[in-house]
């Protein structure tokens, strides 16, 4: 029981250590408040300025310190978009050699297409025909293209 009564007289006494403590804080605070309207115009204004200068400074600061911190964002998103436009110009680049090696696959066809002999038929009072190489259907003479496969002749 002794001991209960005692922290408790403990606690009371220590809230009330606390509240004159606020009280004292107060007053200081009051008496500052009382003691900076008490100062001469040019003072109060160079108090007023220092704080000011003071806020600037921190938020400054802040700025910069943000400033960094989008800098840094910028740079990985920047590194991150020239990995992707690495990828896309390889990729445009094997893209681009697939379609030069089946156009030079093409021109061969197309070459050997022309290099061989069509064989021609004279067949009496017709009109003179030939095959196609690459098919074997029957082209006419002046026919330009095959009407089978419509390669070249």
Same mark, same amino acid.
């Given at each position: ?7 408790? !007289?403990?606690?009371?006494? *220590? ?9 004292? !804080?107060? =007053?200081?605070?009051?008496? %500052? ?7 001469? #115009? /040019?003072?109060? $204004? ?9 806020? #600037? ?14 800098? /840094?964002? #910028?740079? =990985?998103?920047?590194?991150? =978009?020239? @990995? ?14 697939? %379609? ?14 022309? !290099?061989?002999? !069509? @064989?021609?038929?004279? $067949? +009496?009072?017709? $009109? +003179?025909?030939? *095959?196609? +190489? @690459? ?9 330009? *293209?095959? +009407?089978?496969?419509? =390669?070249?002749?």
């Amino acid at each position: 029981m002794e001991n209960n009564n005692n922290q408790s !007289t403990q606690y009371i006494q *220590f809230e009330y250590k606390a509240q004159e403590a606020k009280k004292k !804080t107060k =007053i200081q605070q009051s008496s %500052i408040e009382e003691q900076y309207y008490n100062l001469p #115009l /040019k003072e109060r $204004i160079k108090i007023r300025n220092k704080r000011i200068k003071q806020k #600037l400074k921190v938020k400054s600061q802040e700025i910069g310190e943000k400033a960094k911190i989008k800098s /840094k964002q #910028l740079k =990985i998103k920047s590194q991150e =978009i020239n @990995e992707k436009v690495r990828e896309k110009r390889q990729l445009n680049h094997k893209i681009h050699a697939k %379609i030069d090696e089946h156009k030079s696959r093409q021109n061969q066809r197309n070459n050997r297409a022309r !290099t061989q002999p !069509t @064989e021609q038929v004279n $067949i +009496p009072n017709s $009109i +003179p025909t030939k *095959f196609c +190489p @690459e098919c074997g259907h029957k082209v006419s003479f002046s026919g330009k *293209f095959c +009407p089978s496969c419509g =390669i070249t002749q």
